[in-house]
């Protein structure tokens, strides 16, 4: 009964190419985020999303797409990866002021 | 300034002792506020939250000072499994959560 899922777990792929990451969540929040999580381990936002609407753009470069079908989804696509987008990118979930849910994450290596 | 700002350590302390950590946020208008546990490789997990009033579950002790805009958690008892990055998380906005950059803590036996 996983409440926020992410696939896949791990990436490595090659600078220049296109990604996709997606996230689920089963929880009926309204609320979804994408945060990096740099080698420094700084958890930066750079995403949110309000019932499919997007709330923040945390001047992130706009090779990087934010989707969200439904509330119970945001998917996060990836044009032309560079070596510094290797991170470990968490989605979460959360209702109003409520304390969010972290998915497991997933490991993007970008050689 | 950075919007929550926390004390990196490593606080390195031994089975059984007493630490405290603090972090600072600089958006007054900020409602909630969280301690999260990270251990290596996983995601962020909430650890309580933090109320006005203060709040203790356990051997964790959270308080908030709203007029000096920071949040401590105090850990009693420190056991090796308490081993792991405390991150301070605040609410500035709704949808909008900033995350300190976390303090490590090492139990040693």
């Known amino acids: 009964d996983t409440a926020v899922s992410q696939t896949p777990k791990y990436l490595v792929t090659q600078m220049g190419n296109d990604k996709s990451i997606k996230c689920e969540q089963n929880?009926?929040?309204?609320?979804m985020y994408w945060y990096k999580q740099d080698s420094k381990k700084f958890l930066k936002i750079m995403f949110s999303y309000n019932n499919k609407e997007l709330i923040i753009n945390e001047t992130v470069p706009n090779r990087f797409s934010p989707k969200s079908p439904d509330k119970a989804h945001l998917n996060l696509h990836i044009n032309s990866l560079e070596l510094g987008d290797s991170a470990v990118y968490f989605c979460?979930?959360?209702?109003?002021?409520?304390?969010?849910?972290f998915g497991p994450g997933t490991r993007l290596t970008v050689l | 300034r950075k919007e929550v700002e926390q004390d990196p350590g490593p606080f390195n302390v031994p089975e059984g002792a007493t630490v405290a950590f603090n972090c600072t946020y600089s958006?007054?208008?900020?409602?909630?506020f969280f301690w999260y546990r990270q251990d290596c490789r996983k995601e962020p997990k909430l650890l309580m939250s933090v109320y006005s009033s203060g709040n203790e579950d356990g051997r964790f002790t959270a308080q908030l000072n709203r007029a000096s805009q920071y949040i401590s958690l105090l850990i009693r008892d420190s056991k090796l499994s308490d081993s792991a990055t405390y991150l301070c998380?605040?609410?500035?906005?709704?949808?909008?959560?900033?995350f300190g950059a976390g303090t490590r803590l090492t139990v040693k036996p």
């Open positions: 979460a979930s959360s209702q109003d002021w409520e304390a969010p849910f």
């Open positions: 929880l009926g929040h309204d609320t």
């Open positions: 998380v605040v609410m500035v906005g709704n949808n909008d959560m900033r």
């Open positions: 958006n007054s208008a900020s409602q909630s």
